[in-house]
């Protein structure tokens, strides 16, 4: 499947994805393997189901990271 992240705490080791389905996905840090997401970030994950949700997030891959400078408002050239 196909999202968005709408929020990740670092400080927390976990965040939310907004699924290309309309459902929000709990991802924490122990399922990224490795890999680095932020608010914003475009990605692809497995969902699955535990004992506390059926909207987990798995194997998180990052399709595209958009350029921070944008999302601060600066532009330098």
């Known amino acids: 499947m196909y ?3 709408t ?3 670092h400080d927390r080791g976990f965040g939310f994805i907004r699924g290309d389905d309309g459902n929000t996905y709990f991802i924490h840090h122990s399922n990224l393997e490795g890999e680095y997401i932020d608010s914003g970030y475009f990605v692809s994950y ?3 189901r535990n004992d506390r949700s ?5 194997n998180v891959m990052v399709i595209e990271a958009p350029d921070r400078r944008r999302k601060h408002g600066k532009t330098h050239k």
Not at 54 to 58: G, V
């Open 3 to 5: 999202g968005k992240v």
């Open 54 to 58: 059926d909207y987990n997030a798995k």
């Open 46 to 48: 497995k969902p699955f």
């Open 7 to 9: 929020r990740y705490f």
